[in-house]
């Protein structure tokens, strides 16, 4: 069957034929201007964020195209898919419940509005017979699977039945391979395994013996896609293994895509191919074997922008699950994402998202109970102990799982258990006043909590001199680290080295970037941060030009955040060749041009992947990337200033300043205190400016000489510049709480917290404040690389141990 021949009926049997149509034109234009556009602006970046995804490979001009990795593409391709989609509200049907499902996103209503749908728009279930090729009953297979229901048992009617009989005298030869994944989708009886052997045999006796194809490249794409569900019947595996080295010998082009003789390259063909690939387990993260010169598949994916807001719904549908199903294989996925029975690789990603869940609930609990003064810290501390359980019972079932199914449906509930767990209310606690003590010149305010708190928390323990870690919260004045993202985009300021390895020696130096003008700067994407053995606070950093990855001192003195996040009021435009307003958030829509020095009043700016946007006064949208335009005007926020005196609700305030080198006596005032909040400042009588490498200790707070000590390293990180790093020691018994104090002090920083033992939580570091309850804003931190997943104060530090601070925005 002619491509145009099938296109044509099957846009009859969906409805959609103009949309169908114009999709892949839209597609097509929308790269091209794009390209036009942006990149005769120096912006490729913009034109790859413009949908929330980038390139790995770009030819384009000049210093300031941008590389982005694939893995972030694509992850963020399925993003920018799933809310195109979700946008759908009550028209989401099956093909879309089956992207939510995969992608993680789909709500209890989506899943009804699917099933609805399904209902409504399947041939068999509305009453009449199968549609054309079987196209609405293996989207309705796909979709009732995906949301947990049984397509054998639809309101009394059986699906699956329904199937098998067409399987038995297919109608097409395209219902061949649909009927066959349909059944392919589960186990549904003696009958519909019959028919899956029937449909494979045939499937396999129409493969070319010469080419190894199938008539043309979409069908060919499809009976891959079947056969990789179908691997255990008899000669599938080897036409399987046939077709795909075929398909990259006669199809596969060197820009990644792919055609045939009947049928020019197209974002339809490439979507339905790249995803058959995954599913026959290829990884189309690169190019094919023995193509190295050519385009990875889903690169070629990527550059034509399927989900894009303007492209028709199925192309946007095809494009996301392709994504998905190329995320899943190369995360060790067997097989496609369809065969909801056949595989258990699903499990390892529902494992992550549920205890990503607990993570997350547990930072609920913790920061819902400061600013409930019935909730107890005993109960705090029992509700996540109950979310721990939970999480165990859970990734036990998982663990357990043969299929994705299971595991999927496994996880769902593990999730709605652990968003049931509350924390039970008792009455406020007496307030108490705190003691004072003087420990080493250093003044200490201690807040005692409750006998409840006390018997949970291991961080009300600074009640003597012998303590090695004061209440009290340093200050120093000085300005935070100028801001750049952790896993974003940052420029470089001055002269910047790129060494291979962690080890900076000059054998290891690759690259040496010299000192450029704002519009010229390098940019880089910051993979990780850490410490290399010459002590230093690095980045692991990917060159956004060249792709050379390696590593560079990290700290606001060498980088800056490409993008600003900030509350910008006014603009100006510095890019030569000027920048584009835009109707839509993610850059699509032009609107006009507007040239060099133009000033532009802005909203607001809104985050949006790696890339941010401002959204202009007359609601349109332009790029935040500091290379191409400057803030001329920036509102001041309190969340940016050194935290000054504490209102009505910040009880326990203290401040202090410690001895000068010439032992000068120290001071206190205490304000009226709660025995649940505790904020303190001190202001170090020689203002320095924040430090982002390690320092000598200058005043450090030592353990007693009879106490048994502990050494802990920690580094603290503010939105990807190292604020400061280094180690302290403390008592035995230490919380990492207390480490952080201790720290905080030695090294001069602001640190302000609520709560004490299970209920501590860091509000602050240097001006970065945590966000209001509810948002995800706020200071995470972990031991060792491993997120606890409980307060600081209730986490026991050993000796050795590595504490992070990580601000997350």
């Not at 201007?33 to 964020?49: H, I, K, M, Y």
């Not at 059944?183 to 449909?199: D, H, M, N, P, V």
């Not at 652990?418 to 209310?425: A, E, R």
């Not at 304000?671 to 450090?700: D, M």
Request: include cysteine; charge should be positive.
């Amino acid at each position: 069957m002619k491509r145009k021949q099938f296109l044509y009926r099957f846009s009859i049997v969906l409805g959609i034929s103009l949309i169908f149509f114009s999709g892949g034109n839209s597609s097509r234009a929308d790269a091209a201007s794009a390209s036009r556009a942006d990149v005769a602006s120096a912006s490729r970046a913009d034109v790859a964020s413009a949908y929330n995804y980038g390139l790995t490979k770009v030819k384009g001009p000049g210093p300031n195209s941008e590389v982005y990795t694939v893995s972030d593409a694509v992850d963020s391709a399925i993003s920018a898919g799933l809310a195109e989609i979700a946008q759908k509200g009550p028209k989401i049907d099956a093909w879309d419940a089956t992207c939510l499902v995969f992608g993680d996103r789909i709500t209890d209503s989506q899943a009804q509005y699917a099933y609805e749908s399904i209902l409504k728009n399947n041939d068999f279930l509305s009453g009449g017979s199968q549609g054309l090729n079987g196209i609405s009953d293996v989207s309705a297979v796909n979709g009732l699977v995906a949301i947990g229901k049984d397509p054998t048992n639809v309101n009394g009617k059986n699906l699956v039945a329904n199937i098998v009989k067409d399987a038995n005298n297919p109608a097409s030869d395209y219902s061949i391979v649909n009927d066959l994944e349909a059944l392919s989708t589960g186990s549904y009886g003696q009958a519909s395994e019959k028919a899956r052997t029937s449909l494979t045999k045939k499937l396999i006796g129409m493969q070319d013996k010469k080419t190894g194809l199938w008539n043309g490249l979409d069908y060919t794409a499809r009976a891959i896609l079947a056969l990789s569900m179908n691997t255990n019947q008899p000669g599938a595996a080897d036409a399987l293994n046939t077709a795909v080295k075929a398909v990259s010998n006669h199809f596969y082009q060197e820009n990644g895509g792919f055609a045939d003789s009947r049928n020019a390259e197209n974002a339809y063909d490439d979507v339905t191919m790249t995803n058959a690939l995954a599913s026959a387990g290829v990884n189309v993260y690169v190019p094919l074997k023995g193509k190295t010169d050519y385009v990875a598949p889903v690169q070629r994916v990527l550059d034509q922008h399927p989900v894009s807001a303007r492209n028709s719904a199925m192309l946007i549908q095809q494009a996301t699950w392709a994504f998905e199903q190329a995320r899943f294989t190369r995360k060790g996925g067997k097989g496609s994402i369809f065969a909801f029975n056949q595989t258990d690789a699903a499990k390892h990603g529902e494992i992550v998202n549920i205890r990503d869940a607990a993570i997350t609930k547990k930072w609920s609990i913790i920061r819902s109970s400061i600013s409930d003064p019935q909730a107890t810290a005993a109960a705090v501390n029992d509700a996540i102990n109950l979310v721990d359980k939970i999480l165990v019972t859970y990734v036990s079932k998982l663990r357990a799982d043969s299929t994705s199914s299971a595991a999927i449906a496994d996880r769902a509930a593990g999730v709605k258990e652990l968003n049931n767990v509350t924390v039970s209310h008792a009455a406020p606690a007496t307030p108490v006043t705190p003691a004072t003590v003087t420990n080493n010149n250093v003044t200490v305010v201690n807040n005692p909590a409750s006998s409840s708190s006390a018997s949970s928390s291991s961080a009300a323990t600074s009640t003597s001199s012998s303590s090695s870690v004061p209440i009290s919260t340093p200050t120093v004045s000085g300005k935070p680290v100028k801001k750049a993202s952790h896993r974003s985009i940052v420029y470089a300021l001055t002269t910047v080295k790129l060494y291979r390895s962690s080890n900076f020696t000059k054998s290891n130096l690759t690259k040496t970037y010299k000192k450029r003008a704002r519009i010229n700067r390098p940019m880089f994407l910051v993979i990780s941060q850490q410490m290399n053995k010459q002590g230093h606070a690095i980045y692991r950093v990917k060159d956004m030009n060249s792709g050379k990855t390696g590593y560079t001192l990290s700290g606001s003195k060498y980088f800056a955040h490409a993008y600003y996040s900030a509350k910008v009021t006014r603009i100006k435009v510095i890019n030569p060749k000027g920048i584009n307003e835009y109707g839509k958030v993610n850059l699509t829509s032009k609107k006009r041009h507007v040239k060099k020095n133009a000033s532009l009043s802005v909203r607001k700016v809104v985050n949006y992947g790696l890339s941010n946007r401002m959204q202009l006064t007359n609601g349109r949208y332009i790029t935040a990337n500091k290379k191409l335009i400057l803030a001329t005007k920036i509102k001041k926020s309190s969340q940016n200033t050194r935290p000054s005196t504490p209102t009505a609700t910040t009880t326990g305030t203290s401040t202090s300043t410690p001895p000068t080198n010439s032992g000068s006596t120290a001071t206190t005032t205490s304000s009226k205190p709660t025995a649940t909040t505790g904020t303190t400042t001190t202001t170090n009588n020689s203002p320095s400016a924040t430090p982002t490498l390690p320092v000598a200790l200058t005043n450090p707070v030592t353990p007693s000489n009879d106490a048994k000590t502990i050494t802990t390293t920690i580094s603290i990180h503010a939105d990807g510049a190292t604020i400061a790093s280094g180690s302290i020691k403390v008592s035995s018994g230490a919380s990492a709480f207390d480490a952080l104090q201790a720290f905080a002090q030695q090294q001069g920083l602001t640190l302000t917290y609520k709560g004490s033992g299970a209920t501590t939580y860091v509000t602050g570091i240097n001006g970065y404040n945590a966000g209001p309850a509810g948002t995800m804003t706020g200071w995470l931190y972990s031991v060792n690389g491993t997120e606890p997943g409980s307060s600081m104060g209730a986490y026991t530090l050993k000796d050795g141990d590595s504490i992070s601070m990580t601000y997350n925005k």
